[in-house]
């Protein structure tokens, strides 16, 4: 959604969300950028292929940045989706222009419980995706740490005041990033959907928004989604296999 021709903003969302988790503030960033807000693999429309990491979701991103065109693009991250952003800017610094990371840190030792299947459960996503994804962050990841120090892009963290997750570690990842800011929000773990105009004024205001450029809004006023249909990441899904 947004203005075609505006700079290109890819929203990148939690595990067992989807693009439209982002519904909060995709509209009040739209005002700047034109947004994407993608279903990654196992969740939505995306394929379910059954084997999931961050890695693979960074590749699946990176090859769909390339079948649209996408050279640069400021890139927001929440959680899960903050793990696969670090990955990005960390491996390929030339897509990203500016990153945005909200309450995750890089993968370090914990021992969360691997949920349960619930019974009849019928969820938007792959279950599978819900293992895979905590045991790799259960396992910590230094490199992830190490390569922190290769992020070129200007960075903003911003931390939920009221998360399970360490704000100590947020802290340590500010300050192994070359340029970043660190930004604390009064919120839990989900900081754009519990404080949506705080947060969009948080990251408007570091990226330096000027004023929304003028445009006819899109048909009904509805986001344009991207890489929400099984075909369009299939392609991805293929090459990593």
């Not at 299947?117 to 396992?139: H, S």
């Amino acid at each position: 959604m947004g203005v075609p021709g505006n700079p290109p903003l890819v929203l990148l969302h939690a595990l067992g969300e989807s693009g439209g988790d982002w519904a909060p503030v995709d509209a009040k960033l739209a005002a700047y950028f034109r947004v994407h807000a993608p279903d990654l693999r196992g969740h939505g429309d995306s394929d379910w292929p059954g084997n999931y990491s961050l890695g693979l979701m960074a590749r699946d991103v990176t090859s769909w940045l390339d079948r649209l065109g996408l050279d640069k693009v400021v890139l927001v991250g929440h959680s899960m989706g903050a793990g696969v952003a670090y990955l990005i800017a960390m491996d390929e610094p030339g897509r990203v222009g500016q990153l945005v990371i909200e309450d995750a840190a890089p993968l370090y030792r914990r021992d969360r419980q691997v949920p349960e299947r619930p019974e009849g459960f019928a969820g938007g996503f792959d279950w599978a995706v819900v293992p895979a994804i905590v045991n790799q962050v259960n396992a910590g990841d230094p490199a992830m740490w190490e390569g922190l120090a290769a992020i070129t892009a200007p960075t903003l963290i911003i931390g939920g005041a009221r998360s399970y997750i360490s704000q100590a570690r947020l802290a340590e990842a500010a300050a192994l990033i070359p340029r970043c800011d660190l930004v604390t929000i009064d919120a839990g773990h989900n900081v754009h959907r519990e404080q949506p105009a705080e947060f969009a004024r948080t990251v408007l205001g570091w990226l330096g928004a000027a004023r929304p450029v003028a445009a006819r809004p899109e048909p009904d006023g509805l986001p344009i989604r991207t890489m929400t249909d099984r075909t369009s990441l299939h392609a991805n899904v293929a090459h990593d296999r």
